[in-house]
Structure formats: C-alpha cells, structure tokens
C-alpha cells in the first residue's frame, strides 16, 4: 500500500502527533508511508523513522491552477489517507487526492471523524479517537532517539536550563515579560541556556543582562539541534509555544506558562506517556511573578 499521512505544523502540533506517527508506520510496517507537510518540518520529519518520504505542500491558492495541478499530482495514487491536521485546506485534498481511503473530516470519507465534540478534546486525544476509528487501537510513546545531533560547538554546561521567552510574533499575549525571565535566570541555581528564533534575540539579550552567564542560542539551532539542546536540560521553562513541547514530548521536567489566551485543556504539552508537565496559567501573564514560577517549577 502507499499511505499519506498530512500535518503541516505549527512545531507544537506537529510534535504532539509524534505518538500518532508512530502509531500509523506500525499499522503499516510493510507499506510505503509518505507525509505531506510544510517546508519548515520536512527536514525534521525527513529524519524520523516513520516516513519513507516527504512531500512538501506549498499550499497553492486556488487561483493558482498550474500549482493546484501540480499539488494534485502529489496527491493521486494512495490507497490510504490520514489527515491528521483536518483543517478546512486539508479537508479539499480529499477530492484533490481522487477521493481515496481518507481518515479525516472530510464530507463523505470512508473513515470520518464524526464526534461532534471533537474540537473540545485535546490535540493527543483527538488523534487519538480519530485513529481508533481508522483501526488503529493505541499510541504508544514513539521513540525518539533520532532526535539527535551534535551540538559540542554550542560548550554547552554539564547542567543548564532552558528558558523559552518567545512565542508566536502576532501573539504577544502568549509572553511571560522577559524582564521576568531574566528575574528567574538570576535566581536558578544552573545557567540558563534561552533557545528561539532570530527575532527572539533581543529577548535574550534582556534576560542575560540580570543574569550573565546565560547563554544566548537564539536563531543558532535548526530543529534537530534545538531538540539535542532542550533534550540536554535539567529543566526547561516558557511560555505556550513549540520548543515546550519538544522538551515535553523528550521527558524534560518543565514548566509551561499560559495565559487567558490559549487553554492548555486543549493544546499543553503532554510528556510520552501522556501525562501532564507543570502548567501556570493567569488572565495575564504579565501579572505573574518570579517568585510564582519559582515556586511552580518541578
């Protein structure tokens, strides 16, 4: 059989469906198990065992006929589907693909996800019921031992945390103050190592300045060394944001800060097996003191 598996991100969502991966390439030992994703995560899902290739989804406007085409290409030939990112975009795909064997929320699938309260569940258990329905019973906690490389270049200490400052750029509400942050660098007993993106550098800058041997890997990894990096940590501290839940899905003892803007109910960090990592949430997050997450942390 040739299997198509379509998540395209954010990184959080993409590792929460780490458990469903695994799950769909052990239903599919013997197949030819594809994923269709977006560019930023094909190196990334490239590398894990569960894929035998990626294909990268430029997620064509509809106006765009020779791209539509092309994406129509890519999806022709499976015998079996699972969308796991049911979106309104991948649920169009079902007609795209010629209507195969589709595991999703597409009107008129062979394998629907038809509870109506699945909105309210959380992204693990939502994939979870989703492929129960498609026969595939458990997900089990995937290995992740190839979620590695060789980050001696950073000298990174024999023990650090990491600290998460960033968020989505268009959610400045998801932000612990990084004032705050650099309040709690000061008082851990370890260094503090901060990971984002380029755009987060500044944030950094800020939090090594009340505390200075803080090391600053803003935009310096690519995932897989981001995940090496957090993989490494005593401990790891941020905001709702996708390095949170690489260090969940890789057993870190961690502490996530929500504010009213997001509801971890639905979409927190969950460790392999499942449970839970230290969850702080306020209205605000700007109302939070040092003193509270030192208390929270694990």
């Known amino acids: 059989m040739r299997v198509l598996v379509i998540k395209h991100g954010a990184l ?17 030992r013997g197949d030819d198990v594809f994923v269709l994703t ?18 990268v989804d430029k997620r064509p406007e509809a106006w765009d006929v020779p791209r539509v085409l092309a994406l129509r290409r890519q999806l022709r030939g499976f015998d079996m589907v699972y969308d796991l990112q049911t979106s309104a975009r991948s649920s169009r795909y079902f007609g795209l693909a010629g209507k195969p064997r589709w595991s999703g929320i597409a009107k008129g699938c ?12 959380h992204t693990r258990e939502r994939l979870a019921e989703q492929l129960a329905v498609a026969g595939i019973a458990d997900l089990p906690a995937p290995d992740l031992s190839w979620l590695r490389a060789d980050v001696s270049k950073f000298r990174l200490p024999a023990r ?5 400052p960033g968020a989505s750029p268009h959610r400045p509400e998801k932000r612990w103050p990084d004032q705050k942050f650099g309040g709690l660098a000061a008082q851990l007993q370890i260094p503090a190592v901060v990971v984002g993106g380029k755009g987060e550098t500044g944030l950094a800058g800020v939090i090594r300045s009340f505390a200075g041997r803080t090391i600053d890997l803003t935009g310096r990894t690519d995932l897989l060394e981001l995940a090496a ?14 390095p949170m839940h690489l260090a969940a ?42 003193a509270q997450v030192v208390s929270a942390l694990p």
Do not use: E
Not at 38 to 55: C, R
Not at 112 to 121: E, G, I
Not at 160 to 164: F, Q, R, S
């Open 38 to 55: 977006t560019a930023p995560f094909a190196p990334l899902l490239g590398k894990s065992p569960w894929f035998d290739q990626v294909i």
């Open 12 to 28: 959080g969502d993409i590792v929460l469906a780490f458990a469903a991966f695994a799950a769909i390439r052990a239903a599919h």
């Open 160 to 164: 650090y945390a990491v600290l998460v």
């Open 229 to 242: 990096v957090i993989g490494g940590a005593a401990l790891a501290v941020g905001n709702d944001t996708g």
């Open 110 to 121: 062979a394998l629907p996800h038809a509870n109506p309260k699945r909105d309210s569940l």
């Open 249 to 290: 899905a890789l057993g870190v003892p961690g502490l996530v800060l929500f504010s009213g803007a997001s509801d971890p109910a639905l979409t927190a960090p969950r460790y392999p097996d499942g449970r839970w990592p230290g969850i702080l949430q306020a209205p605000h997050l700007s109302g939070v003191s040092v």
